[in-house]
């Protein structure tokens, strides 16, 4: 919920961080590029021949083979490195999206609503392009978006919630507990999945870390028995909200999708939450459709969906079911969940990060005051290594690394394989730590003398020092070539910061991020395509 605030404002310094990232300006805001009615977002659908459908495959195939990383360097950078919107940029657009989860039947929509743009040159560049592009993913996601509202007439207000093995639905269980503790709601929970004896153990756990009661038996004891028994004891306690847990099942398990109707019947809940693992792609699809069909799902969480999950497949998963989204898991701990917003998501299957939760996640630990002020200093290129400590140090508050770089435009998809150490933070403020006012100040009057004073009394090498020195300039430039631009120049400016070799602290060896589309470019194939200039049919 956000505070009702007078629009004629001027905007605080982390509103513009926000709008800057994701052009969200007045053209955006005023709904253009977005449809009227968000009801009616649901693609058409397209019925494709036996031979469209092969050669579909064999484009994605080709690409899987020929791409490999290409994916991790987003559709953003893709876009915006180019200079002129021609057949080749749409399909590797197209190749990206499949590769991204997005699925068949919604691609061909974006496409072709994009190919119409351009045949009609209402898009004049790339980064006009790249709106575009963010504009029908997000009409996609649109209808799919929406908050869980408890209804306090009912006491207890009963949630079920289901999901095949391995999908944390029993961590999510414990974050959905929390979050609802912290809207006022007391809640209890059921231990459903008495397969397990470790669920149970698990699902007592996260109650002991929130003060929160759990109703269960011993293993192998019938589950509707169990959750029956929940919900008498959260009537009689007058509790909130019962959340009720079930085992872990494959959909294509008889037996235990009959178990699971029995529950169902048993406790007839409020809502049933089907939990979903966001890395599975298109497997998710499947169990979405199993579960759905037996259960009638009213919402979705997906999890794991950290730094490297494109979240593509939430657009099939909402198509398959009709169920609207209502969170997303970020991480293992209690606190990480977040509502599902579908101009954040849309920014991520471009590969351009999350910068909206970024700066959400800096409002809670930097002031406005404070905040303006250094991005004044950032602007002028006057930043000073007792700034980057602050900065360092307000990072480590905010979260892991490897979690937050991930959220930036270009950077997420990449670090899939990259072991980012946050101990070396300790490292680079030990050498901040050993350096004088004077030098903090300047670091340019860091000759070899002070160098090898510094690293010797942070305990690491003289090449560690300068690779910091250097790593501070690099940022320094870049925060200053980022100041004022739109998302185009702040992503130009990040692609400039890995060309030049510069790094964050504790990144080194991350892959550098290649520019333009020679080195983004996966050779698809033509067949079956006709040229789109002209304003001729793709088929």
Do not use: C
Request: aromatic share 4%; no cysteine.
């Amino acid at each position: 919920m956000s505070d009702s605030a007078d629009s004629k404002e001027k905007p605080g310094f982390f509103s513009r961080i926000k709008d800057g990232f994701t052009g969200a300006g007045e053209d955006l805001a005023a709904g253009e590029g977005f449809i009227e009615d968000a009801e009616l977002a649901p693609w058409q659908h397209v019925e494709l021949t036996d031979e469209q459908k092969m050669r579909l495959f064999e484009r994605l195939t080709r690409g899987l083979q020929q791409t490999g990383s290409n994916i991790g360097q987003g559709l953003g950078n893709l876009i915006l490195g180019q200079k002129t919107i021609d057949d080749d940029l749409l399909e590797e657009i197209e190749t990206q999206l499949l590769m991204a989860d997005i699925g068949i039947e919604a691609t061909q929509t974006i496409i072709d609503n994009i190919t119409d743009k351009v045949n009609r040159k209402q898009l004049a560049d790339s980064e006009a392009l790249y709106q575009a592009l963010q504009g029908e993913l997000t009409n996609l996601l649109v209808p799919a978006q929406q908050e869980l509202v408890i209804d306090g007439s009912h006491k207890p207000y009963v949630i079920l919630m289901v999901g095949v093995n391995g999908v944390g639905k029993t961590t999510t269980i414990g974050k959905l507990a929390k979050q609802l503790q912290v809207l006022g709601k007391s809640v209890m929970l059921a231990a459903g999945d008495t397969f397990r004896a470790a669920a149970v153990e698990q699902l007592q756990v996260w109650g002991e870390r929130n003060n929160v009661p759990v109703v269960a038996q011993h293993t192998g004891a019938d589950s509707a028995s169990v959750i029956f028994d929940a919900l008498q004891a959260a009537k009689s306690r007058e509790v909130d909200v019962l959340i009720a847990d079930t085992a872990g099942r494959l959909h294509i398990n008889d037996e235990l999708m009959t178990e699971l109707r029995s529950v169902n019947k048993a406790l007839n809940p409020h809502q049933i939450l089907l939990v979903v693992d966001a890395m599975t792609g298109q497997d998710a699809v499947n169990s979405a459709k199993a579960f759905h069909e037996q259960l009638s799902i009213d919402g979705v969480i997906l999890t794991k969906f950290d730094s490297d999950t494109r979240g593509g497949a939430a657009l099939t998963v909402r198509k398959i079911t009709g169920a609207p989204l209502k969170f997303i898991g970020t991480g293992e701990h209690v606190d990480k969940i977040e509502e599902f917003h579908a101009d954040r998501i849309a920014s991520r299957i471009l590969g351009m990060g999350d910068v909206v939760s970024l700066v959400e996640k800096a409002q809670e630990e930097v002031n406005e005051e404070e905040a303006e002020e250094m991005a004044a200093k950032m602007a002028k290129g006057e930043l000073t290594m007792d700034d980057f400590l602050k900065q360092l140090r307000t990072l480590r508050r905010m979260g892991p690394m490897k979690q937050l770089l991930g959220m930036l435009p270009g950077v997420g998809s990449m670090l899939k394989d990259v072991d980012i150490d946050d101990k070396q933070l300790d490292r680079v403020e030990g050498m901040v730590n050993s350096m004088t006012l004077e030098e903090r100040k300047n670091v340019k009057k860091l000759d070899q003398s002070r160098r090898k004073r510094i690293s010797s009394g942070s305990g690491t090498k003289t090449e560690d020092v300068s690779r910091l020195t250097k790593q501070f300039d690099m940022i320094s430039k870049m925060s200053k070539q980022m100041s004022g631009v739109g998302v185009k120049g702040k992503v130009a400016a990040m692609r400039e910061l890995q060309k030049s070799g510069g790094s964050l602290p504790g990144m080194e060896g991350m892959p550098m991020m290649p520019g333009g589309r020679g080195s983004t470019k996966s050779q698809s194939p033509k067949r079956g395509f006709k040229k789109r200039k002209g304003g001729k049919k793709r088929r």
